[in-house]
């Protein structure tokens, strides 16, 4: 793919006309033929059991068809793995209506189905339930001293490596130290849609399901395991999702919800959770974090020392990487990095936009701050001098990282070099200017993914693969790489996903679709092209006779030779020339373990930042943000683009707004709606400029793609912090930098 | 140690339902009967009951702007609006303002600037973006800004949705002169 | 939400009987916040009357010289009517300050008034709440009170109106015109809402039977020093921490009259007569308006989680007298907010 018409040229999105004009549907708008409506009723109480639950009266009330509760749920699945979805970490996962007993606080206790949502949302709030209550735990800050080591068992989970060198003297005899602990609360995900599931019920248990999830495949396989049905009889359906950013990545309770109601009641049922219950399952763990950082004369870093605690639920050990990033972003022969969870009782976290990575560069890119600022070194120069040539983790080089390009080329945009670095020296009117810079660094991986590709007689291309858009450009570069590959025009190729009928793909995440899918859709549109091929070599005083498909680029319509491109057949001639009406191929990408295992696979990125403070009132507005990514081949610059832009507000939210606020006396997070869970609003974003570097790498796949995802996260709230002590000369170090901390 | 608590109904429960009546609304342009009960709200009554599923819940709050529609061309959370209310007012949804082969401008803007991700608060956004045009209170980059931030976007896409609408506010403007 | 019946009043005298008739009625006008609150079944009307229809929506002259704002007006026609922007910039700028476009464009001026607190705790009936239910507690004293009062709370309650509009009313001396069974009445703003005390479940001293048919303001002039300055956790489309409603007679650069009102810390929009005597016939400089700001805050108590609100609202008192000193402030000023 040396030349190309499509991959890497901006491309506006192929599902655009779909939602802007609102013909794009979503989980909870199939209204199929006599649906009814669950209404979740959820816990008040954070730790106890049912002793009463009072349904006569309930279900008393007219269109109240049945409340669904732990007292009448027939008899399912009973061992744990049948509850284990693909990301499941260890533990028992929780299991809805189970039980009598409650483990934390708006715990689905029971579901109220009706004729129409209202009556059952009515019919819900007058639900009594009785319970015995008892103490519960629910502050991290109340256990640091409980926290223990956790086992395995979650996908991409990645214990701390072992200490190196001597990291408790290289700190101790450094020439510059500097510790300190870092606090974010818990984040909630909250996606713009809320999570939803429609279930149409086909008869004899078979059941079509629309769910908001990340991954189809996921959703089938949890169902199929729990309700012990045939996964021909469940066909899971997610055509888009709005929004995900990790919530989506395990099946939530309503989807276990509408399933369970729709087999029982033999009909089809939606159920809807409500924004107050979007605070009611997995989030960004509220994670307490200790750094010590320490630097020799010359600047180069002497030893780094990184521990953290965070929550996780009483049922399952939900882990995240969050200090390992701390080892391999900067070289230091001297480091300890430690991990530990204690239990709560609050619901298993879920991984949320880089997880792990945002809450670790959070704290390490601060700490790498004041570190540069003791040893009398601008933060960026700091960073170079420190520079990592090699993963020092896994004691391997990496596939190819232009994180130095990263910081040049952002500090060149943004015009650092014009920073004075005195802390508030810097003015704009009677405002504070500060400039900050931080980075970060992300895993590129790619997953097995299985595509189809068909070609019809009118010259269109449709290619499928079960993966999800929630948001990220999938149908978009799905459809650049099919028709690249297939030398078609976009408009010829159509991309299907979000369905179980269609060939196997990974959940939607850990920024790894763009390669999965990518390349299982390439591998498909291959494999067709040599299909093609030798039709069109079958075609009268065909030019191409005894040649390979290497021989042939699929360019413009045609398969020429390379040799002689105007020796060339036209793909639409093709096959009605052997009277055929379609051509359909199979192809599955897996990456190449044994080429990549060598090497450090990553995607990095260098973020500068401005604030502007109004010091008497304690106001920060981040005004200028410069995001410079290194993520190998970037397919579509401007849906990756908007990706990273994405990531920027994401860091200004987590810096400046984000926390989900829990009463500990009631063990209840009490912001639990989006008008008082902050997230920016278009007001408070103002000049955002993303720098792509480039980047090759044909080792992290034959695409040369890293994903672009979460990168963009990573080192913007630090950026922010470090900008705002630039301006103010006040370190905060716990999120967010809300009005008070400031005064 | 056990205490014992109980979650309270909301109230004694009245069996008997509201009433539903017919309900006429007009929307985009046509009349639509319903028979629903006063506790219907405008935005429910169109993604429930008459399959306009153009238009978001993203909060049913007035919280998050995904829900907003235009009310005799004026915008409105049509979440925290009961359908009852407004019978006889004119209602537009995002399916009234272009369709996939008929873009309105501003539809085409979004799509030219890349202007949302997801979707999911893109059709309460170009709804938004409609009314803020007839408005004409917003002439800067902050007067959008700041007018436009009744719409939430998780995703992100600010930068673009300001570039979409400014384009299209130019676009009058040099088409009002012509 | 419960189940309730619906019904339009055409005329103030009908609604009033129909709001009489039991205490489960509730007027509804913009809805923005009474459908909030019944989705959260904190509100379950048994029936509701839609006022929307009665001739409650011109904004027109008093006869006294000031401008009268129908009850139904809505929040988004009173900030850009040409006569407010012209002559009570002030409410312009609050008003803007407040909600959204979509929610100002339901909310009447009436709403405005009625809307009811956004302490955490009210808006969850799983915790105890004496506003919610009187004698149950208060969870916000102990509990998660960032968003709660500082001033003129009580044991009982430390709840706070949540209006930008009333924060200028109140700084304006604007009236409120009430109609009930026994006939119209007028209400100086000031008396409308009340302090929380030991019946916090009270937001105001409107009767169960009256409704609100308009805001009179004054025959003032206070439209070339003012400012209404709002600070919160994002830059729109939030409620206030601290939000301050000054204005100013300024003779030179002495203060003839002076006007402060301060949002987002107590149970209603709050006045302080002593503050403002500290202003009047004072020079126009930080000293004197640093005076009142600590005059304001005087009685302040902090609650752990907002006592942060008092070094703010000291601060934005000082700095929105400065601004309304100035008088470079204009009727949409808050968009400036936008673009730092």
């Not at chain 1, 882990?319 to 391999?328: A, D, I, L, P, R």
């Not at chain 1, 045609?558 to 052997?578: E, F, G, K, M, W």
Request: proline share 4%; with cysteine.
């Amino acid at each position: 793919m040396s030349t190309t018409n499509y991959i890497g040229k901006p491309t506006s999105r192929v599902d655009g006309p779909a939602k802007v004009t609102g013909a794009a549907k979503y989980a909870a708008e199939f209204n199929v033929p006599n649906l009814a409506y669950g209404y979740v009723v959820s816990s008040a109480v954070t730790k106890g059991k049912i002793t009463k639950i009072y349904t006569d009266e309930i279900l008393a009330i007219a269109g109240v068809l049945q409340v669904f509760s732990h007292e009448n749920v027939p008899s399912l699945a009973w061992l744990d793995r049948s509850y284990k979805d693909d990301v499941a970490p260890g533990g028992s996962p929780f299991r809805p209506l189970h039980s009598a007993e409650v483990k934390f606080n708006m715990q689905p206790v029971a579901v109220v189905v009706a004729e129409t949502f209202e009556v059952a949302r009515y019919a819900a709030s007058l639900l009594r339930i009785d319970y015995d209550v008892v103490e519960h735990a629910t502050d991290l800050e109340a256990k640091r001293d409980d926290g223990y080591k956790p086992g395995g068992g979650k996908t991409g989970w990645m214990p701390p490596p072992a200490p190196r060198g001597n990291p408790n003297d290289a700190l101790q005899n450094a020439a510059h130290r500097v510790e300190g602990e870092f606090i974010h609360q818990a984040q909630h995900h909250n996606p713009m849609e809320m999570f939803a599931t429609t279930v149409e019920w086909l008869g004899d248990k078979k059941l079509k399901v629309y769910d908001k999830t990340q991954g189809a495949f996921n959703s089938q396989q949890y169902v199929t395991k729990i309700f012990g049905l045939s996964k021909d009889n469940v066909q899971v359906i997610s055509k888009y999702t709005g929004g995900g950013f990790g919530s989506g990545l395990r099946p939530q309770y309503q989807l276990f919800l509408a399933v369970l109601a729709s087999l029982e009641l033999k009909r089809s049922v939606r159920v809807s959770l409500t924004r107050q219950q979007m605070f009611s399952f997995g989030h960004r763990p509220h994670t307490l974090q200790y750094l010590a950082l320490g630097a020799n004369e010359d600047g180069s870093l002497a030893a780094v020392h990184h521990h953290a605690l965070a929550e996780t639920s009483q049922f399952e050990d939900f882990t995240e990487n969050v200090v390992n990033w701390s080892g391999m972003l900067y070289q230091c022969d001297n480091v300890k990095l430690t991990y530990e969870l204690a239990k709560l009782d609050v619901f298993t976290p879920l991984d949320m936009r880089a997880p792990g990575a945002a809450t670790g560069s959070f704290a390490l890119e601060i700490a790498m701050d004041e570190l540069a600022y003791k040893a009398g070194l601008d933060p960026l120069e700091f960073r170079l001098r420190n520079y990592a040539a090699r993963d020092q983790n896994a004691d391997k080089p990496f596939s190819s990282k232009k994180l130095r390009e990263c910081y040049h080329e952002g500090a060149a945009k943004f015009g650092w070099a014009k920073r004075t670095p005195e802390p508030r020296s810097m003015r704009d009117g009677s405002q504070l200017v500060g400039w900050g810079v931080g980075g970060g660094v992300w895993d590129a991986s790619q997953q097995k993914a299985a595509a189809s590709a068909s070609l019809n007689v009118d010259g269109k291309l449709t290619v499928k693969s079960g993966s999800n858009e929630i948001g990220t450009g999938t149908y978009t570069i799905m459809t650049q790489i099919a028709a690249e590959t297939m030398g078609l025009p976009l408009e010829a190729v159509t991309f299907e996903l979000g369905d179980t009928a269609l060939p196997e793909a990974p959940l939607q995440g850990g920024s790894w679709t763009a390669a999965s899918v990518g390349s299982g859709v390439k591998a498909a549109c291959d494999a067709l092209g040599e299909k093609l091929l030798k039709l069109a070599q079958k075609m009268e005083d065909s030019p191409l006779k005894g040649v390979t498909y290497k021989d042939v680029q699929f360019v413009n319509g045609q398969i020429r030779l390379y040799s002689d491109p105007t020796q060339a057949v036209v793909i639409r001639d093709i096959l009605p020339a052997n009277g055929q009406e379609k051509l359909e191929a199979d192809g599955s990408a897996s990456p190449d373990m044994a080429r990549q295992s060598q090497y450090s696979l990553h995607a990095h990125n260098a973020v500068f930042v401005e604030v502007k403070v109004d010091e008497d009132l304690g106001t920060v507005h981040v005004t200028r943000v410069v995001n410079a990514v290194a993520a190998g081949r970037i397919l579509n610059p401007k849906t990756a683009r908007s990706q990273v832009l994405g990531s920027v507000v994401w860091g200004i939210s987590m810096a400046m707004m984000e926390e989900s606020v829990m009463d500990h006396g009631f063990g209840r997070y009490m912001n639990h709606n989006y008008a008082e869970y902050h997230v920016p609003v278009c007001a408070d974003i103002h000049d955002i400029d993303v720098v792509f570097v480039e980047e090759e790498d044909d080792i992290v796949n034959p695409l040369g793609v890293k994903g672009i995802g979460e990168v963009g996260l990573l080192g913007v709230a630090a950026a922010i912090a470090n900008a705002v002590y630039h301006a103010t000369g006040k370190r905060i170090r716990n999120l967010p930098i809300s009005i008070g901390k400031l005064l | 140690m056990t205490k014992q608590t109980t979650q309270a109904p909301l109230g004694s429960p009245a069996i008997a339902l509201p009433p539903t009546s017919v309900v006429t609304l007009k929307i985009n342009g046509e009349e639509r009967q319903l028979h629903i009960a006063p506790w219907t709200t405008l935005l429910d009554a169109l993604r429930e009951y008459l399959d306009l599923t153009g238009t978001k819940k993203g909060c049913d709050h007035g919280q998050c702007g995904a829900c907003t529609v235009l009310v005799d061309g004026r915008r409105i959370n049509s979440c925290l609006t009961l359908a009852v209310m407004q019978e006889g007012a004119d209602i537009t949804t995002i399916e009234g303002l272009g369709t996939e082969q008929n873009l309105h401008p501003l539809q085409q803007a979004f799509i030219d600037h890349d202007a949302f991700q997801c979707g999911y608060c893109t059709p309460g956004q170009i709804c938004s973006a409609a009314a803020l045009l007839t408005e004409g209170k917003a002439k800067t980059t902050a007067e959008i800004r700041e007018l436009m931030s009744g719409n939430v976007c998780r995703c992100g896409a600010y930068t673009n949705i300001v570039a979409a609408i400014e384009e299209v506010l130019t676009t009058q403007k040099v088409q009002r002169h012509e | 939400m419960n189940s309730f019946t619906y019904t339009r009043a055409t005329a103030v005298d009908a609604a009033v009987r129909e709001k009489s008739a039991a205490s489960s009625v509730r007027f509804v006008a913009g809805g923005t916040n009474l459908l909030d609150l019944m989705k959260e079944n904190i509100e379950r009307p048994t029936r509701l009357v839609d006022i929307n229809h009665l001739p409650l929506k011109t904004i027109d002259g008093t006869p006294d010289g000031g401008l009268r704002l129908g009850a139904l007006a809505t929040n988004a026609d009173t900030a850009w009517h040409a006569e407010v922007q012209r002559r009570y910039p002030l409410l312009s700028q609050a008003i803007l300050a407040g909600a959204s476009p979509q929610l100002r464009n339901m909310a009447t001026n009436g709403g405005n008034l009625l809307q009811r607190t956004r302490c955490y705790y009210f808006y969850d009936l799983t915790t105890p709440c004496n506003k919610r239910e009187p004698g149950s507690g208060c969870s916000a004293i102990g509990g998660y009170n960032r968003v709660c009062g500082v001033l003129g709370t009580s044991e009982s309650c430390i709840a706070t109106h949540p209006s930008d509009m009333c924060v200028a009313l109140a700084a304006l001396d604007a009236t409120v015109q009430v109609t009930g069974k026994n006939g119209e009445r007028t209400v100086r703003f000031a008396d409308f809402h009340r302090l929380p005390e030991d019946q916090p479940q009270f937001d105001n001293t409107l009767a169960p039977d009256e409704i609100v048919t308009a805001i009179d303001l004054p025959n003032e002039d206070f439209s070339q020093h003012f400012s209404y300055l709002k600070l919160r956790d994002r830059t729109s489309y939030a409620f206030a921490l601290v939000s301050v409603a000054a204005a100013l007679q300024l003779d030179g650069t002495t203060i003839r009259d002076a006007r402060l009102a301060l949002g987002g810390v107590a149970h209603k929009p709050w006045r302080d007569a002593a503050a403002e005597d500290l202003l009047k016939g004072q020079p126009a400089t930080e000293e004197t308006f640093r005076k009142a700001a600590t005059a304001v805050v005087q009685q302040a108590k902090g609650y752990g989680h907002n006592t942060f609100k008092i070094e703010l609202a000291k601060r934005a008192i000082v700095r929105a007298l400065k601004q309304a000193a100035e008088g470079t402030q204009t009727a949409t000023d808050v968009f400036l907010n936008s673009n730092p």
